[in-house]
């Protein structure tokens, strides 16, 4: 199984700064890799899949890169609507893995 | 609008089966589809996937106790874990699995979830 690796648990910003999150996998996931985001009390929402495509309806602000092992979502301004926990998922291999999230919390 | 409602009970006892429906509305079952599951203040866990033709995959670690069935006249999906233990306290997702990249189909439509407590 494939070990992927969030950090950091949390990252304090303040609105309209920029969020980098970082996402590490335990062997070579390719660019098969999402993210998603998650409010309290609701389900995920897909924001990225193939490290760097925005599913539909993502605002441009949300942006990924890496591939390979090391993957990074960057949120470029940070919003109000934005404050919540990612989550990324490797689709490489079975059973798909997700790593333990990064809380963006509000400084 | 594409719409996935979870549903069952919301508490059972240790060593008895877990069951979920997930009733699908505002599309065709003729997708991949996926449960997926959240222990309270935790991460997510991927517990398997099935074909609209019935073709299914499991998370190893749930192997030898989950069983994904759906039917397609009904555009219900449904999720048995037997033997439960505290451990299988979660909130428990069904998703389309109906976005696809290189082969691969990521969970794009999500139901709210259902709580399910394994408790004595």
């Known amino acids: 199984e494939i070990v992927m690796t969030q950090s950091p648990a949390t990252l304090s910003v303040s609105p309209g700064e920029r969020a980098t999150l970082s996402c590490r996998a335990s062997?070579?996931?390719?660019?098969?890799l999402a993210w998603y985001q998650q409010k309290p009390g609701q389900a995920p929402r897909l924001l990225i899949y193939?490290?760097?495509t925005r599913a539909t309806g993502v605002p441009p602000r949300f942006s990924g890169s890496g591939s390979g092992t090391e993957f990074t979502l960057t949120i470029s301004s940070l919003q109000s609507e934005d404050f919540a926990v990612y989550y990324c998922q490797q689709c490489d291999i079975w059973p798909r893995t997700f790593g333990q999230g990064t809380k963006v919390e509000i400084k | 609008q594409v719409q996935l409602q979870e549903s069952g009970p919301g508490l059972v006892k240790p060593s008895e089966t877990l069951s979920l429906t997930c009733t699908v509305s505002g599309d065709s079952i003729s997708h991949y589809w996926g449960w997926i599951r959240q222990p309270p203040g935790k991460g997510l866990e991927w517990i398997g996937w099935?074909?609209?033709?019935?073709?299914?995959k499991y998370n190893p670690s749930l192997l030898s106790r989950v069983t994904l069935s759906l039917d397609s006249s009904k555009n219900k999906l449904s999720l048995k874990l037997t033997s439960v233990t505290a451990a299988d306290t979660a909130v428990y997702y069904c998703?389309?699995?109906?976005?696809?990249?290189?082969?691969?189909?990521?969970?794009?439509?999500w139901g709210q979830g259902a709580l399910v407590t394994v408790s004595s």
């Open positions: 193939g490290a760097a």
């Open positions: 062997q070579s996931v390719s660019s098969n």
């Open positions: 099935i074909y609209y033709s019935g073709t299914t």
């Open positions: 998703a389309r699995l109906g976005t696809e990249h290189s082969g691969r189909y990521l969970a794009d439509y």
